[in-house]
């Protein structure tokens, strides 16, 4: 008994001192510990928190998106009935206006307007204005054929012109001209151009000379008067004698009657291949 007593007592103490020293130790880790508890008790509040939120965040997104496809199939439903409700508004309206059109028609056609006289006259209005055109070609192809002509013409009567002025190169009997058929093989409208040289050359006016130094016929008439007034006799012009008449008609006007010619007195000599006297020579003013 005695030994269980002091067992006890000696167990009650180390009891009593280990308490002690767990209270101690206890007491010294009790802010450690109570900070770990909040963390511990902060981290696990804070997930359950984030947790919870997390699922009223993705029941928000889940109504959302039911919400918003709602009223896309509403809109969609709404734009859809439109849409048929357009198509047939336009079909009653086009079948609508194919009755109005078709039944105006046939009013007009048979109250209104006559369909055969229209046609006859359209016909009329149709042909009036071919032969209008075919009148209109014609003019102007007549048009053209005389512009055509005048050119024609005024190219030929240069041509001529042209060809007559040409008449020195005309080959003679004895020497060929440089247009000659042998020399130049040139033709024009189916003949040498030679041949139009030679049948266009009369076709050619020779340029008048000064009024001083050519006749008219009143002029011959006049001569031909002071001639037969003065009784004057002049030798043959081919005879080797009219230059010793001129000869004596410049220095002696009074020797003209000793000179005997075969001419009659009171005559003219022919004076087709002698060259005309001037005016002032013989006196004729």
């Not at 001192?17 to 902060?42: G, L, P, T, V």
């Not at 984030?50 to 029941?59: A, E, M, S, V, Y």
């Not at 002025?165 to 003949?191: A, C, Y």
């Not at 010619?261 to 000599?269: A, E």
């Amino acid at each position: 008994m005695s030994k269980f007593l002091c067992l006890y007592q000696k167990r009650q103490q180390e009891v009593l001192s280990s308490y002690f020293h767990a209270a101690r130790e206890a007491e010294n880790y009790r802010y450690k510990e109570w900070n770990a508890a909040i963390k511990i008790q902060s981290f696990w509040r804070g997930c359950l928190l984030r947790k919870i939120l997390q699922g009223f965040h993705d029941n928000a997104t889940t109504i959302q998106r039911v919400f918003r496809g709602y009223l896309a199939r509403c809109d969609f439903t709404k734009m859809q009935l439109e849409r048929e409700r357009q198509l047939r508004l336009d079909y009653f309206t086009k079948a609508a206006c194919n009755v109005q059109r078709i039944f105006r028609g046939f009013y007009s056609r048979k109250y209104i307007h006559n369909f055969y006289g229209r046609k006859k006259y359209l016909m009329e209005v149709y042909s009036r204005g071919e032969q209008l055109r075919i009148d209109q070609q014609a003019q102007l192809q007549r048009a053209m054929d005389e512009q055509e002509n005048a050119q024609k013409a005024a190219t030929l009567a240069k041509f001529k012109d042209e060809t007559g002025r040409m008449h020195h190169v005309i080959s003679t009997k004895s020497i060929p001209g440089v247009f000659h058929p042998d020399r130049v093989k040139v033709v024009v409208n189916d003949s040498p151009i030679e041949h139009h040289f030679k049948q266009n050359r009369k076709l050619v006016k020779k340029p008048l000379k000064n009024n001083t130094d050519t006749f008219s016929s009143e002029d011959e008439n006049e001569v031909s008067r002071k001639f037969n007034e003065s009784g004057v006799t002049l030798p043959p012009i081919n005879s080797p004698k009219s230059n010793t008449h001129k000869k004596n008609n410049s220095g002696n006007s009074t020797n003209n009657t000793d000179i005997k010619s075969p001419v009659k007195k009171g005559t003219l000599p022919s004076i087709s291949n002698s060259p005309r006297p001037n005016r002032r020579e013989i006196g004729v003013s």
